[in-house]
């Protein structure tokens, strides 16, 4: 993660977990370790829904809100208080895919790329991805 407004670069390591749920839906578990450039490994975790809809995969927060739709080289835009969220999925090769969001607003500017290894798609199942 890039912090634009401090100037600093913090790295993330860690092992997402997708888990179906049920019939079109699954569980995004994300947990890991951040490190930054004057703190040391701090423990971080994210769970996040997946649903497929008419017009395709849907990515919620845990309690079930709308965060934003699961497509593949289109930018998406997700407002969230003064702060703007855009973000770009790009499939990388097979197996591999990259996630890049860009936050903008008052009290932050920062760029967060996530590289996904391991992982072949959104299908019925359970996927690791990661160490």
Do not use: N
């Not at 709308?66 to 990388?92: I, L, M, N, Q, S």
């Not at 903008?104 to 760029?111: C, S």
């Amino acid at each position: 993660m890039q912090d634009h407004r401090a100037g600093e670069v913090w790295s993330a390591h860690g092992r997402l977990d997708l888990t179906t749920t049920g019939p079109g839906a699954m569980s995004w578990s994300e947990v890991g370790s951040l490190t930054g450039p004057r703190r040391g490994p701090v423990d971080v975790r994210r769970l996040l829904r997946l649903e497929r809809r008419e017009a395709g995969w849907w990515v919620l927060f845990e309690d079930g809100r709308d965060f934003h739709p699961w497509r593949p080289g289109v930018e998406v835009v997700h407002p969230c208080g003064a702060d703007t969220y855009e973000g770009t999925v790009t499939a990388v090769d097979q197996g591999r895919w990259r996630v890049v969001w860009t936050v903008r607003g008052p009290g932050k500017h920062y760029t967060s790329t996530t590289t996904l290894f391991g992982w072949v798609g959104l299908s019925a199942g359970s996927r690791r991805v990661g160490p």
